[in-house]
């Protein structure tokens, strides 16, 4: 799964900055934050300290942030045994990939039909 989530991290930044170039950076820093937020509860959940909540993990994995939610739960060992929150987040990932293919789709669209 590491390799799927480095892999989709670049073709979607690709593609966003296909779409908006300023998409890209964007998009690289709401999956910089989602890794942070990663990071922190898993050395929350360690210490016994306060947790993030598991909506706001998942709300950063929908608006873009699941291949660093992948990377997170793959090189932190974070968030791998409840399969609620698996669930959960990967229909984050299949919300995210139908809004990401529509918005191609739509910007796209015009130079299709005009090979058609």
Known sequence: MNKFAWLMLLLIGAIWAAVQPW???????????????????????????WRIRESTLQFFALIGGWPAALLGQYHLRHKTQKS??????????ALNSAGLSLLCYQQWHPLLDAYR
């Open 23 to 49: 998409l890209a950076g964007v998009y690289g820093i709401i999956n910089l934050l989602t890794f942070t937020l990663y990071y922190r509860d898993k050395s929350a959940a360690k210490r016994g300290k």
């Open 84 to 93: 609620s929150f698996k669930w959960v987040l990967w229909c984050c990932i």
